[in-house]
């Protein structure tokens, strides 16, 4: 998407400055990038199937100087909450399933969640 329409998206979500940022179908990284440029250093995630999107968004945030704010994981979305600790985002990995239930109903990891949902299926492309 282009970086207009990904500000807009994240101004509607409520994003700010020092936020925590979820997009789950990251692909190429732009909302995040965008988020970073518009509002400084926070803490990114992005998240697609596909290794090698998530190769290319690395080598985006890199190339603009802020892959330390970034985490990108390669996951489906619903097994992100446990690759993220895999990775080491948040806290530490839950040990239990009673840690895992309580994980899901105390706190949040994110401030905003801001994505372009992958079309490709519902248009036939």
Known sequence: IKSNVAFAMLELAGAKPGCRILDPFCGSGTILLEALEAYGPMSCVGCDRSKKVIQGAKANAQAENVSENCTFVVSDINELGYRLFEVGYGSTAPKSDEK?????????????VVTNPPWG???GK
């Not at 895992?100 to 905003?112: A, I």
């Open 100 to 112: 895992k239930e309580k994980m899901k109903t105390e706190g949040h990891l994110f401030d905003c």
């Open 121 to 123: 299926i519902q248009t």
